[in-house]
Structures are given as C-alpha cells and as structure tokens.
C-alpha cells in the first residue's frame, strides 16, 4: 500500500508547522542564544530591544510561572539561562514581535556581558575533570581480565565517532494559541507530544489537562526532534499564557543548527583477544560520550551503546563501561541509531585493527564470532539469531566470492585507483531500553455510516507509520483502506504516550490499534450472531460482508454497524498495548530487554581515487531480516535512507565546534549531507523473510534504524581501499571518513 | 527603480558575510564600511508587483527586500512552496519562473514582475496530477515529503530542459535539491519515466 500521505505530498497540500493558517493577532517569536559557550552572566540589557520597532515583550527565566527546567532524565537543563550559560546558543531571552523581522532585528539589540568561564569540549577532558552526566555504568558477561590471558592475540587501540547533524529539511518550530478557561494548544514539531505537554505544564505551573499539544506531520525528525523540539513549544506557551495572543516560532536554519544538540560524538578505547582459531574470547571497551551541557537523552543512549557493544557477534568475556560526559556544547540527543552505531563503530575497528595485527582478513574474524541461537548478549539476554543466514545469504545472492577476485585483480592493475570492500552485519533491539515506555493506547471511533478514525500516539514523519496504522485497522476490520482516516497526533486524544522513537512505534501503536478494533469487532460480531441465530465464534467479516463459519451472508460492513448503533453497542475503544516478556535490573545489568532483534549483512564496495582522496561508493548490497514485512514499500525507502544517512554519518558529514565552543559547520555550505550524488550506484535491498515468532505488529520487524548502521560498513570499504594503495598507512578509526583524511591516509608514511 | 530591482539576496549575504571579519579591520575602515553598507542595502520600500502566479494575475504590495518565497508563503499562503534553509543551499523552495526554475529564496518578489510564476499547487491540472506527480507517487520518491514540491518543480525542469540523457545527467542536474530522508532512488526512477 501507497504511502496514505502521497496524493497531498506531491500537489504541496500536506500541512507541516509553518503551512498552518495563522490565527488573527498572531505575534512572532525568536530566541536570543548565548554568544559564549561557558560563562557568567555579568549584564544583560533588554533596553534598546525592548524599544526595538514592533517589539511587544522580550521573557527571560524571571517570567517562567512554574519551575524553569526542561530535563527529562535528569533535571539539568533550564529553559531559560539564569546566571550561567552552559553552551553557546543557551536560551537567555525570547522576543516577541509583531513580525519575524521584527523580532529578529530586536535580538540583534540585546546586550550581554558574560565573564567567561573555562569552555570543555573534549569528552576524555570532561572525564579527567569527573564532569559526568550520570554515574558510569558497566555491562559484563563472563571474565574479561581472565580471559586475556588465554588469549593469543591481544590488540587494543582507539576510535572515535563524531557527531552528526539531524538536519531535518523542516526545521523545528511550534505555534501556540491560547484556549479558553486558559488552556493552550500547541501546535509542535515534536516527535514526542507527551514529553513536551509534561515539561510545559511544569514550566507554566498549569496541570498537563490544560496542554493539548497536536502534531500533524513532521518534516523529518530522526530523533532531532525527541527532546530538542521540547523548548521551542514551551517558549510559544510561555509567551502565549502571558500575553493571551498566538504566538509562532519557526526557526530559521542557522539557528537550528547552532542552537540544537546533535548526534553524540565518542571517544573510546578498545582491547580485544582471540584465540588461534579467531574466536573472540575477550572483549573491553570504554566510551566516552560527548553529552554536552545537559542530559537530554544522553543517558539511554549511553546505555544503548552498552547494549549494541558487541554488534552481532557472540563474545563470552565482555567489559564494557560507558562514560556521559558533560561538555559545553549544546545537549546532544537521539540520532537514529540512539548510541546503538556508535557502540557497533567500536567493535568493528576493533576486529579490523585485530585481523590487520594477525594477518588475516576482517572478513574472517567476522564470520567466526557470528552470533547464534541461544548465545548470551552482555545482557543477559539470549539471541534468537538471524546473524548466519543474512550472512550467509549476502555471500551467495551477491558474490561475494567473485567479487574480491574481482577487486583484487582490478587493485593489482591499477595505481591510481583502489577498490575497496567490507562487510557489515548488524543486530539491533526492538524496544525502548526503558521498559515503561513500551507502550501505547490508540482510540478508534466507527462512525454510524460505517466509517472509521484512528488515532495513535505515533507521529508522522516520513517512516510511513501512519499508514501503517492505517493498514492495521482496515486488515482487522477487513474494510476498504479508504473508510479509514488517520487523526493528528494529539494528547487530547492518546493521553501518556511515549515519543515515536526506537524504531518501536508501529509495533506499540499497532498493536494497540489492533486490540481496539478487535474489541470493536467483538462487539459488532455478538450483534451479528444475533440477527443470524448463530455464535459469535461463527462470524467473520471478508471485504465488509459479514460470513457465518466462512460463508457470506446478506449481511455488509455498513448494515452492521448501523445495527449495533441502534442497538445502543459501542463503537468506540481504546486499546492498551503493553510490550509482554520484557524485563531489565539495572542494577545487575541484565535482563530481557528487547522484544526482539533485527539483523542484517551488507556488504559494501568503494573506490577510491588515490590521487585525489575522492571516492564513490559502488555498492551496496543488504540482506535485511523483515520478518513478514506488512509494507515493503515503506520499508525499502526506509532502509534505502537509513543507509545514505548512516553512509552521510560516516564520510562526510563532519560537525566541527572550535574550541571556543563555536559550531563552525553551522549552514548547509559547511556541513555537507548526502545529496543525490552519495547514493550508492548500486543498492540492492533482500527481503529475509524470517518465520520466527516475534512481536512485532503482523510480524512485521522494525525497521526505521536498524539499516542506518549498514553505512558504518562504508567506512572499512574506505579504509581498506586505502590500505590497498598504502598498506602500511596507520590510517585510524576516527569517523567520518572525509576525502581530506582519505588522502592524509593514503600518503602517510 | 531598475538598479534596486537588480539587487539580489546574493548581494545581501556578501556583504553580510563581511561582518565577521570586521574584528580584524580598524575602525576606521569599519565606520567607511558601515558607511557603505548602509547606502547600498535599499531601505523599506513597497512596491507595487503585477504577477501571474499559477495562472491567476495578482496585483500586490510588496516590501522590495521580501523574497519570492516569503511573498508566495506569507502573503499569498501558497505554503506548497517549502523553506529549508532559506539560503539557497537546499531546494526546498525550488519554483518555475516563466518556464525556468528558479530557488525563489534567493528570488526578490519584485523582480517577478510581469513574469509568469508556477508552484507546485500550479502543476496538477485539477484533480488530474502531473505526470511527475503521479511519476514521484508510483517511484516512492519521497517519504517525509518537505523537500518533495521542492524536487518535483525541479524534475520537472530536469525533463523539459532535456537532462535526462543518463542517470549521471539526472543527478548532475537534480544535485541541488537536498532529500534528507534519502528518496533519491525514487526520484531518479521518476525522472526516468517521465523522461521517457
Ligand atoms: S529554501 Fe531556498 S534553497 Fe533552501
Ligand atoms: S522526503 Fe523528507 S526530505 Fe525528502
């Protein structure tokens, strides 16, 4: 099925944030951020701002009625800078203006004088200074310490990740109009409604019943618009409870990317052992996450890292300790992946710097350590593995084989050029580390003339879920898609939702569709039984006819409902989803945390030009385990983009703060994303159908980041493309891969 | 009134640019700048503009400092028209004047004059889509669908102005228009078909 957003999409009638018609009176905001990454706030002058043309009230954290503070693990970010400012671009004021020139051309008038302070921007300093968001943590299965000493090789090293900018091309905003009895409904691009009506309602000091934040669509989200869409909505309100007007903020993109938090960089350090056959046997490593000024979602994607350490690989003797440290860049966030690439990122350079050390290929070590049925995670949970026959599907479907022949012949011919190639396997958990957050409600209404609306707490934003949902209810009820209409995202109508994140939405909001139209079902079927003389258990409905034990009747889908209507039977439900079977202690660090895993192969070719440390990116070829996959055209195009942006992430998307604290790589003209030229020339998606039993919505896996982490894969291609040209190049593991360290690579000596 | 017209938004964000290196200059220069910057970036000025916008004649006001984007979003609430970055890095705001596309970002409204302008909700002939619509809803060429009025006027120029040869000359011609969900397959195997 057709994404159900196709028709408005393609005529530019799709309505995101900035399209909404304004209300009469509508007043403009915009944000005055911190000019210095760390420092005390010695003066600040509203004066000449506030006398600015069109200016109506400029708030600062004196105006918050409620508590100033937006963390949501841990409550360590202000809304509003009081007298430190923490990163540059910190929230200090919020103009509001008759127009958006006008409140741009006021923040240009404020004064501030801050007395700096020392600005950190490096994790491992952050670290030595015991700077730290949270307490480390350390997830261990057997004896790594012991282990070692079995072990025949032993090689350690670094590697390192950088951040990466979401860059959704909507740019976050929110727009919120005063209610009566003095309620405020926000219009947010928000991936995650509840979080910003909680946060809001502490803010203003109002109970959460007042708030109704709606989402329509986003355009685009990736995790940028988790947490870090929170403040922009609570500044509208703010401004819309004082002064009873509307009030909009869409953020230009230059203030997006100075003032939003970004993929978490990591600096780590490894040590890995093998035995003589190229069994992993041990297994260390150490994050240092870059969290920034605050904990945002730093703290589960920590933890996430720990759970993704090992990637696909069964390793019996695993120490892994993950440090959150607090910088003053702004708080960095869910990207994507959520801390899941950047722990994989790890083990890969590990394996690769092993099987350069012993000689042998990457290739090798890889398949040993593939994880099997019933093999331990570091978590304690056991795997339900689908690692060897992606694997093992990927060599032959795509030959392998033929293929490095083929490459080593084209590198032994060639100078100039050097092909390279990788693989990659990957192995992600479905579910919200958080266990409380699995789970979800939907509301369901079928109307008197047989039509249905649903509505979820997932929000739209380009992984095609409302489709899906929309699939879900029309499969139930076995009624044509086009009865069924899919409502905005709002918590006046799915209240506690947890934000649409993890890959996990279309599994919980699914799930919760389902069990609200089979309950409707249920009903409508006993009213069947009646007018047939039959049982309930007999009554099935195909194609809105209804059937006696599998023969149609008279009876339609229409006829039906009209029916139970009249007999006073509720068409109405709301259905509770609840992920079973999962389980985690955090204070041993084990559990069952995942519903299940997704795992995968790609293997990927580049080559490089070794004159100019230029390359293109030749293929890449995916075996992905969908399970029963319920839309394959959304899930391609899913695992199509998830690849560019990992292969984005990991060659040319570089994010550099100077040391002032200062994001240089602040326009698209200085932070380059993948444009229509990155895509792999060739890029092959195989279904797996898997037949394991998994809880996924119509067993149909997860798939919104699982393929993000097929791009890492692009990075070894690189990598050994280059070690082709200079096989003694010490050419390490810092991500992304650029042409400039390309070539610093190839010529290093 | 003609040389004001002839001032681009690429003027604007040179001379803008200037301002961080001004740490480095002494003041002198820096009062003959500001000086200078301030006699060469008109002031205020509304002016009058007569244009057929998806076939239909409008007579507006406009500022002479508002963008073709901001006229079409704004005033006119043609919203199809997307604003990504409004700096003429993403496409987002791609439209078609007289036939050429233009980034309407980077377009002042009054040089639109007398010219014939054609956004996305111009390009569907009723309820009839373009076949590069209908070309982008059978492709999948598209998923959070921002950027897509954006790549659907610029396909659409991509066919007519006849880059359409190779994917390499798709691409070439398609590279200005960002997709950060990464439809890009989809979007050349519209390009294709329609080409066709
Ligand atoms: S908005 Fe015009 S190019 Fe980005
Ligand atoms: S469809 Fe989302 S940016 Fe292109």
Redesign the interface.
Known sequence: MKNIDSYTHTRGESIYLDDVPLTQGTLFGAIFGSPAAHGKIKKLDLSAAMASEGVVRIFTWKDIPGVNQIGGIVPDEPLFAEDIVDFNGMPVAFVVATSVEHAQAAIKKIIIEIDPLTVVTDPRVARQNNSLIVPPRTFRLGDSDAAFKDCVHVVEGIAETNGQEHLYIETQGAYALPQEHGAIKVISSTQGPTAVQRHMAKVLGVPMHQLEIDVTRLGGGFGGKEDQATSWAIFCALAAYHLKKPVKYSLHRMEDMRMTGKRNPYSSDFRIGLDAELNILAYEATFHQNAGAAADLSPAVLERTLFHCTNSYFIPNVTATAYSCRTNLPPNTAFRGFGGPQGMFVIEAAIAKAAEKIGVSAFEIQQKNLIKSGDEFPYGQLAVSEALPCWNRSLSLFDHAKKKKEIEKFNAENILYKKGMSMMPICFGISFTKILMNQARALVHVYMDGSVNVSTGAVEMGQGVNTKMLQVASTIFSIDPAKVKMNSTSTFRVANTSPSAASATADLNGKAVQIACNNILDRMKTVAADILKCSATEVSIKNEIVHVNDAATEISWDFLVLESYLRRISLSESGHYATPDIHFDASKEKGHPFAYHVYGTAITEVTVDCLRGTYKIDAVNVVHDFGTTMNALIDRGQIEGGIVQGIGWMTMEEIVYDEAGRLRSNTLSTYKVPDIYSVPQMLEIDFLETKNDNLAIFRSKAVGEPPLMYGIGTFFALRNAVKAFNPKSSIGFSAPMTPEKVLMGLYDK | MERKQSFSRRFFLKTTSFAGALALIPPKAKALYTELKQRLIPTKEIMPLTVTINKKAYEVKADSRTTLLDLL?ENL?L?????????G??G?CTVHIDGQRVLSCLTLAVMTTGKNVT???G??DGDK?HPM??A??EC?G????????GQ?MSAVACVNEGHTRSVAEI?EF??G????????????ESIQKVAI
């Open positions: 979003r609430h919203t199809g028209t997307k604003k990504g970055c409004d700096h890095q993403c987002a956004t996305i909700e390009l569907a889509l619509q209908q982008f809803i999948d598209f998923q959070c669908g921002y950027c897509t009025p659907i691409k398609m590279s228009n960002l997709c950060r969900c990464g439809a890009y397959n989809g979007i050349v």
